[in-house]
C-alpha cells in the first residue's frame, strides 16, 4: 500500500506530477530552511549530493538512506550518497522495478508502511520492519530519488513525506543551478580557448613576417661583409658597401622596432585612438618601399576626427601591412588612394578605411584566399601581410574585405567607432 502527496514541478517547461504539501510542523519548516541553505553553498554535484545526505542524516525523523542520481534513460545509478550508515550501493545498479525507480518514472512520491514487501533486495535491507520513503526529483540537469527509512515512532506518514519531498525538490533547484553555471562556465572557457588559440595563431603569423623581414637584410649584410672581408675593394665599393649593410641594418632595427610597439600596445589594453593619426604612421612606415616603386599615396580623409577602440600599435602594424601589400603588388609604380568615412548601420556607428591600388589584380574567384597564409600574392608580396592584417582586424571586432573594381584592387576596413 503506497500513499501519494501532491506537488507540481516544471522541467524546461513540461509540468511533472510530483505531488506533496509542505510540512505544517515549525521544526520540519526550520530543517527544511536549514537544508537549502546549505546547499546555496554548493558548487559541484558532488558537493550538493554530500550537503543533502549530511542534512538528511541529522534529520531525526529519518534513519538511513541514499540520495541518488541516474541516467537519464536506463534509471541506471549514476551518482549517490548515503548517510545513516546505509549499505554501500553497487556502481551502475539498475532502478528499474524497484520503489524507488517506480517513483522516478512516475514521478510521484512513494510512502510504504512498516514492513511493507519490497521486490528489490537493496530496499528490503534498508527499510528492515521501517516505512520507506521514496521522493523523486526531475530537473534539467539531473534526475533522481531521495530514498530514506523512517525512524521508529516518526509518527504520521504524511508529514514526513512531505519534508522528504520538500528536500528532493531543493536538490533538484540546487542541481539546476549548478548545471547552468557549469554549462555557462564551459562557454566561458571555449571562449577563451579561441580567443586563445587566436592569439597563438597572430603570435605564429607575426614570427613568420618578422622572420621574413630579417633574413632578408640579413642576408645582405652577411654577402656584404664577405665581400668587405674577402675580396680587393676600391675605397669608393667599400664605401657603397658599408652604406648597403646600414641601410639592412636600419630595416632589421625598424622591423624589430615595430615588432616591439606591438608588444607594448598588447599590454596597454583597449582604448579610444585617432585612426587618422595612425594611417599617417603606417604611411611613414611604408614611405622608403613607397619613394623606391615611386607610388603616388592619395589621402582622401573624412572631416571628423575619426576614433576607434583598440590597440594603437595592433591597428598601425595592420594598416602598414595593408600599405605594403599594395606597395608589393606596383613595383612600377600606381596609385594608392587611402579613404575615411562613418558607415551608420542597425546597431552602432562605425568607421571604414578603403586602401585602392592600382596594382596587379586578382581574379574574382581568388580574391577571397587573400588573407589565407598559403592564398595567392600579389606583385612582390611575401604572403603575410594580408593575412596578419586579417587577423588583427578580425581581434578588434571588425571586418576586412576585398572586391575588385575595373582597374582597381579595393580592401575595406571596417571597425567599430569609438564610444
Request: net charge negative; aromatic share 6%; charged share 20%.
Amino acid at each position: 500500500m503506497t500513499q501519494d502527496l501532491h506537488t507540481v514541478t516544471q522541467t524546461n517547461g513540461k509540468e511533472h506530477s510530483i505531488r506533496a504539501p509542505l510540512p505544517t510542523r515549525a521544526d520540519h519548516l526550520g530543517w527544511i530552511a536549514q537544508t537549502g541553505l546549505a546547499l546555496t553553498r554548493c558548487r559541484t554535484f558532488i558537493d550538493a549530493l554530500d550537503a543533502m545526505a549530511a542534512q538528511l542524516d541529522a534529520a531525526p525523523f529519518l534513519m538511513r538512506g541514499y540520495v541518488i542520481l541516474v541516467e537519464e534513460e536506463t534509471l541506471r545509478l549514476s551518482r549517490v550518497a548515503s548517510f545513516g550508515r546505509a549499505p554501500t550501493l553497487p556502481a551502475a545498479l539498475p532502478l528499474a522495478g524497484s520503489l524507488a525507480g517506480t517513483a522516478i518514472a512516475e514521478e510521484r512520491l512513494i510512502i510504504t508502511p512498516p514492513a511493507a514487501p519490497s521486490t528489490v533486495a537493496w530496499e528490503r535491507t534498508l527499510a528492515s520492519e521501517s516505512a520507506l520513503v521514496c521522493a523523486p526529483f526531475h530537473g534539467a540537469a539531473s534526475r533522481g530519488v531521495i530514498v530514506a527509512a523512517l525512524a521508529d515512532g516518526a509518527g504520521e506518514d504524511n508529514e514526513y513525506g512531505a519534508c522528504l519531498q520538500s528536500a528532493a525538490m531543493l536538490m533538484c533547484s540546487t542541481l539546476d543551478r549548478i548545471g547552468e553555471c557549469e554549462t555557462q562556465l564551459r562557454q566561458r572557457m571555449q571562449q577563451i580557448d579561441e580567443v586563445h588559440t587566436g592569439r597563438l595563431a597572430l603570435i605564429g603569423r607575426l614570427t613568420a613576417a618578422l622572420a621574413h623581414e630579417i633574413n632578408n637584410p640579413l642576408q645582405a649584410i652577411s654577402n656584404t661583409l664577405y665581400l668587405l672581408q674577402h675580396r680587393p675593394l676600391s675605397d669608393e665599393k667599400r664605401q657603397r658597401y658599408l652604406e648597403m649593410a646600414q641601410k639592412e641594418t636600419e630595416r632589421v632595427i625598424a622591423s624589430v622596432r615595430r615588432m616591439l610597439d606591438l608588444h607594448r600596445s598588447s599590454g596597454q589594453g583597449r582604448r579610444p585612438v585617432a585612426l587618422h593619426r595612425i594611417l599617417d604612421q603606417a604611411i611613414q612606415q611604408a614611405s622608403d618601399v613607397l619613394r623606391e616603386r615611386e607610388i603616388v599615396v592619395r589621402c582622401l580623409y573624412a572631416p571628423d576626427d575619426l576614433q576607434v577602440s583598440g590597440f594603437a600599435g595592433h591597428l598601425r602594424f595592420a594598416c602598414y601591412n595593408l600599405i605594403l601589400n599594395s606597395a608589393y603588388a606596383m613595383p612600377k609604380g600606381g596609385t594608392l588612394t587611402i579613404r575615411t568615412f562613418w558607415q551608420d548601420d542597425d546597431t552602432a556607428p562605425s568607421v571604414v578605411v578603403e586602401f585602392a591600388d592600382t596594382g596587379t589584380l586578382v581574379d574574382e574567384a581568388d580574391l577571397p584566399r587573400l588573407f589565407d597564409p598559403d592564398g595567392p600574392v600579389r606583385g612582390e608580396a611575401n604572403g603575410i601581410e594580408l593575412p596578419l592584417s586579417y587577423s588583427i582586424i578580425e581581434q578588434h571586432h571588425g571586418t576586412l574585405t576585398v572586391q575588385r573594381t575595373d582597374d582597381q584592387v579595393v580592401f575595406r576596413v571596417c571597425l567599430p567607432a569609438a564610444t
